[in-house]
């Protein structure tokens, strides 16, 4: 079975510090997608960011970085200079390739604190 | 980019009655459509499957004759709550793929 953990149900963090939420997953498939959905008050889901696993270079998108080790099945999401707007839901998901259902973690709720 | 467009974004009923629920992609063929349900503070619980022109593929649990789904097109998928109760107050999303991975962006039912 295909699962994704994530271990930090709630963190919370001074803004302007950087945060790092965990995520692990577990696979028999060797291609696949990793992702980072936000979900504000809103509960509009945003992509945060991607990452393919056959890439070996982590994905960046400005503030936003993960740390993706696939023999160990990690795939960590780093907020750097974090934001008020960074207070949301996070979720970690993953697609395995040819994409059917995505698979998603429980969440971290992320509080930034002014 | 792709765009999901979902209608509506709340919607209160009656017990009994039943509510549609339209979703939409703006921009590109959505070979794949999701459905989602998210109890509060929760994540999302994957409701059915639907591929354009066959019938929705359902997971274990969810009722298929109370919720049902249509996928009449490659744009236009949709899941209708029948006899809905207050217990199926909750909030819908939906997904597509054809184009990454897309979310619409949900609806709140709420049956009084």
């Known amino acids: 079975a295909q699962t994704v953990t994530q271990s930090q149900p709630e963190m919370s963090v001074q803004e302007a510090e950087t945060v790092t939420l965990s995520c692990t997953y577990d696979?028999?498939?060797?291609?696949?997608?990793l992702f980072w959905y936000k979900q504000p008050p809103s509960r509009q889901m945003i992509l945060v960011i991607r990452q393919e696993a056959y890439k070996q270079q982590n994905a960046t998108e400005n503030r936003f970085s993960v740390n993706f080790q696939k023999a160990a099945k990690s795939f960590s999401l780093k907020i750097s200079d974090s934001q008020l707007g960074d207070t949301a839901m996070y979720f970690c998901?993953?697609?395995?390739?040819?994409?059917?259902?995505?698979?998603f973690g429980s969440g971290t709720r992320l509080s930034i604190r002014p | 980019g792709a765009v999901v467009s979902q209608h509506p974004s709340w919607v209160i009923c009656k017990s009994g009655t039943s509510v549609k629920i339209e979703c939409r992609s703006l921009?590109?063929?959505?070979?794949?459509m999701f459905w989602y349900r998210q109890f509060p503070k929760q994540s999302l619980m994957l409701m059915a499957t639907?591929?354009?022109?066959?019938?929705?593929?359902?997971e274990q649990g969810v009722e298929k004759d109370k919720f049902l789904i249509n996928h009449a097109s490659l744009t236009l998928s949709t899941l209708t709550v029948t006899s809905a109760h207050p217990e199926d107050s909750s909030f819908y999303i939906c997904g597509a793929t054809g184009y990454g991975y897309t979310f619409g962006s949900g609806t709140r039912l709420t049956v009084v």
């Open positions: 696979t028999s498939e060797n291609n696949y997608y």
């Open positions: 998901a993953f697609i395995p390739i040819p994409a059917s259902k995505i698979i």
């Open positions: 921009d590109f063929q959505a070979t794949t």
């Open positions: 639907s591929n354009e022109g066959s019938k929705a593929t359902y």
